[in-house]
């Protein structure tokens, strides 16, 4: 269970705001002892953070101590250094400029035409602030320097630049922004207004990253509130996290992603800040690395023999590309960028005028693209393992008239029918497959598909985010299935604690 700090340097600092056992003076957290199982938090809130002073020291003894403190000494060093955030804002949004543009007050200067220079300041709160048209900075300059509340003074000369940032303390604020940041507090960290009775009715506190805008998500709402319930019966408080939440990681004792997964992406960042900060992590940044790039999966298999289609890697400056693939693999054709997901960027050619559409297409994209051999099935199998068995298995089938299971159009994507069966219905070289191809790429969570054509078993892909909506992969097993899920959850965060 983690526990959760706020320092200040008074008492009465914190009197606007409402009382809580987890705000500590500056002396007492001089004084506090944390229990030898528990994982620390600490917000530091002090109002100096110069060098030496009582903030400084209050984020030196909380790294000393091993707790995780927001603001980081490197954070305060950083923003001590004027030449790490002078940075020109030209690319960021027109609303934001033009919102320094309106509150801008001329003073005294030389930058421009007139001798008048333009000074904006404001302030953030855990990334957060009071007009709409600045949170796309204020959350920018959170990801990179995490600071409770910022003082931030924007100047314009020719361009607008950040001209000083500096860490602020409560007692710094007016009665309005008391109000935004106590806001700003909450959503940050929920957990320092819940009363001790529930915070210990629970043994462990599981994030799961969901972006509620996906059109595609990984599980529907009902399926998520089955994993909650099914964590919540096994003392496990299962609590949903977005990507403003990434300061919020330490809180807890493991993280499970229901957000597709890709490299350059805020859940690759999620889950290697998770796995650094010792937390329990499905999808593991490992496991996003391997799955997500086809170009080193299809290697991957084929080196450790695993059964593939046939598959080419052709690069955009290979002349004979068409002629390879047509020559080696036939038509129709399978091409595909390395990191496509739901069956997008994926292409079937015909014919080689066909072919090389596609690929001028695809090549637009990717500096690498697959060709593989087609092979027709009714239906592709969806095999999920996790911690390196089989617990389910899915029969995806064609959208009607369509050689996918899903078809993309502009206004809607259409996926085929399904069938659930349980694993031991399923072909033995099938289940094999899967589990041989998953040994390759760890032991977490993952949807293993696979064409079956008579006795030829063919390993397509490996997705380290499957697929688990209510009515769907559960169709056979139920709330067993999240049972199932959160019981790895929970043995694996046992491990961690005792070990």
């Not at 855990?126 to 003074?153: N, S, T, W, Y």
């Not at 069966?421 to 399923?426: C, D, R, S």
């Amino acid at each position: 269970m983690s526990r959760l700090l706020i320092v200040v340097d008074r008492a009465k600092d914190w009197a606007p705001y409402y009382p809580s056992e987890d705000v500590l003076t500056f002396e007492q957290y001089l004084q506090y002892t944390a229990p030898a199982s528990a994982r620390v938090r600490v917000i530091n809130l002090c109002q100096s953070a110069r060098y030496l002073s009582q903030g400084y020291y209050c984020s030196l003894l909380a790294e000393a101590r091993g707790h995780h403190v927001v603001p980081s000494v490197m954070t305060l060093n950083d923003l001590s250094r004027k030449g790490l955030f002078s940075l020109e804002l030209e690319e960021l949004d027109r609303s934001v400029i033009q919102w320094l543009e309106n509150a801008g007050s001329e003073i005294e200067g030389d930058g421009d035409e007139k001798g008048a220079t333009h000074e904006v300041r404001i302030r953030t709160y855990f990334g957060q602030a009071q007009h709409p048209d600045l949170k796309p900075v204020a959350r920018a300059l959170f990801e990179r320097f995490p600071c409770p509340v910022l003082e931030i003074v924007f100047k314009r000369r020719k361009t607008w630049q950040i001209e000083s940032m500096r860490p602020a303390s409560p007692a710094d604020l007016t009665e309005q922004e008391q109000d935004v940041f106590a806001s700003a507090l909450d959503r940050f960290s929920t957990i320092v207004w819940r009363k001790p009775r529930s915070r210990r009715q629970y043994r462990f506190d599981l994030a799961m990253l969901v972006n509620p805008e996906e059109q595609l998500p990984p599980s529907d709402e009902a399926a998520l509130k089955r994993f909650e319930k099914a964590g919540r019966k096994l003392g496990i408080n299962v609590e949903r996290i977005t990507r403003r939440d990434y300061m919020r990681l330490p809180e807890y004792d493991g993280l499970f992603i229901r957000e597709t997964t890709a490299i350059d992406h805020h859940t690759y960042r999620f889950a290697r800040k998770a796995d650094a900060e010792g937390l329990v992590v499905i999808d593991d940044p490992v496991s996003i690395l391997r799955c997500t790039n086809k170009v080193f999966l299809a290697d991957l298999l084929k080196n450790n023999k695993v059964p593939t289609p046939k598959t080419l890697i052709i690069s955009r400056d290979q002349k004979d590309a068409v002629e390879r693939i047509s020559g080696e693999l036939g038509f129709p054709v399978v091409i595909k960028i390395p990191d496509g997901a739901f069956s997008r960027g994926v292409t079937k050619a015909k014919d080689e005028k066909e072919l090389k559409a596609g690929l001028k297409e695809l090549f637009r994209q990717s500096a690498l693209v697959l060709a593989q051999e087609y092979l027709y099935t009714d239906y592709d199998w969806r095999i999920g393992v996790l911690g390196g068995r089989a617990i389910y298995a899915c029969k995806y089938l064609m959208v009607k008239g369509h050689w996918q299971i899903y078809q993309h159009d502009e206004s809607k994507t259409e996926s085929g029918g399904f069938e659930t069966l349980p694993t031991y219905e399923v072909p033995r070289n099938v289940i094999q497959a899967a589990l041989n191809a998953t040994r390759l790429i760890g032991n977490g969570l993952y949807g293993v598909d696979i064409k079956q054509s008579g006795n030829r078993v063919a390993v397509i892909e490996v997705n380290d985010n499957p697929s688990i909506d209510s009515g769907v992969e559960d169709k056979f097993l139920g709330g067993e299935l999240y049972t199932l899920v959160m019981q790895e959850f929970l043995s694996r965060m046992e491990a961690k604690r005792r070990g």
